[in-house]
Nanobody, 115 residues
């Protein structure tokens, strides 16, 4: 059973930055695909960014050029650096571990962007 623990959420003003972290345990992290999703109130959960075991990345259009996903296999960790934050980035952010067709989710961390 893979367990994921997210951290780094909080409240920030528009234009600010936050760095989310997710540490995995119980799985073969180095060959997994890791991703960050978010869910705003009243909206469906959406994929924000993903990174494969080989380091390939993809992003939803709305965050391209502002967010960066990275991973550190030595720490079984994935990160989401979020810059130039906008009010519409406000959501609960979830980390997802994917391997061999099975997904595991973290508990989520709240990100609020407001003046």
């Amino acid at each position: 059973q893979v367990q994921l623990v997210e951290s780094g959420g909080g409240s920030v003003q528009p234009g600010g930055s936050l760095r989310l972290s997710c540490v995995a345990s119980g799985g073969i992290f180095s060959i997994s695909t890791m991703a960050w999703y978010r869910q705003a109130p009243g909206k469906q959960r959406e994929l924000v960014a993903a990174i494969t075991s080989g380091g390939s990345t993809n992003y939803v259009d709305s965050v391209k050029g502002r967010f960066a996903i990275s991973r550190d296999n030595t720490k079984s960790a994935v990160y989401l650096q979020m810059n130039s934050l906008k009010p519409e980035d406000t959501a609960v952010y979830y980390c997802k571990f994917g391997l061999w067709g099975a997904d595991s989710w973290g508990q989520g961390t709240q990100v609020t962007v407001s003046s």
